[in-house]
């Protein structure tokens, strides 16, 4: 499993746009055969603050997602409004290696 966390600020008052410009995109790359959760979560401090969680099957996945026409359009979208952005995909599955037994699809648990 292949899993990153994408932290984006945006100025005060362009947070909903934002959002609705991410709706979209995470429910495209939700459509993806590869990929097993995509969620946008919002700061409880910092309203204009948002983290990504995106994972996928592998690497191979991912490259194949961020060449996606919609993705590459979203990041142009986004990126005159985003302040600041972090990118982290340091962090390893230690729940999910196992995929014969465990499998998540589609933000479901299945055994």
Same mark, same amino acid.
């Given at each position: 499993m292949f899993t990153f966390t994408l932290t984006l600020e945006v100025p005060e008052g362009q947070d909903e746009r934002f959002?609705? =410009?991410?709706k979209p995109y995470a429910d495209a790359a939700r459509g993806e055969e590869d990929c097993l959760m995509?969620?946008?979560l919002r700061s409880s401090k910092r309203q204009n603050v948002f983290? =990504?969680?995106e994972a996928f099957e592998n690497k191979a996945a991912f490259e194949r997602h961020i060449a996606q026409e919609y993705t590459k359009?979203?990041?142009y979208t986004t990126q005159e409004m985003v302040t600041e952005a972090g990118f982290n995909s340091e962090f390893v +599955?230690? +729940?999910y290696d196992h995929y014969d037994s465990f499998k998540i699809e589609k933000g479901e648990y299945h055994a």
């Amino acid at each position: 499993m292949f899993t990153f966390t994408l932290t984006l600020e945006v100025p005060e008052g362009q947070d909903e746009r934002f959002i609705e =410009l991410t709706k979209p995109y995470a429910d495209a790359a939700r459509g993806e055969e590869d990929c097993l959760m995509v969620d946008m979560l919002r700061s409880s401090k910092r309203q204009n603050v948002f983290m =990504l969680y995106e994972a996928f099957e592998n690497k191979a996945a991912f490259e194949r997602h961020i060449a996606q026409e919609y993705t590459k359009q979203w990041m142009y979208t986004t990126q005159e409004m985003v302040t600041e952005a972090g990118f982290n995909s340091e962090f390893v +599955s230690q +729940s999910y290696d196992h995929y014969d037994s465990f499998k998540i699809e589609k933000g479901e648990y299945h055994a």
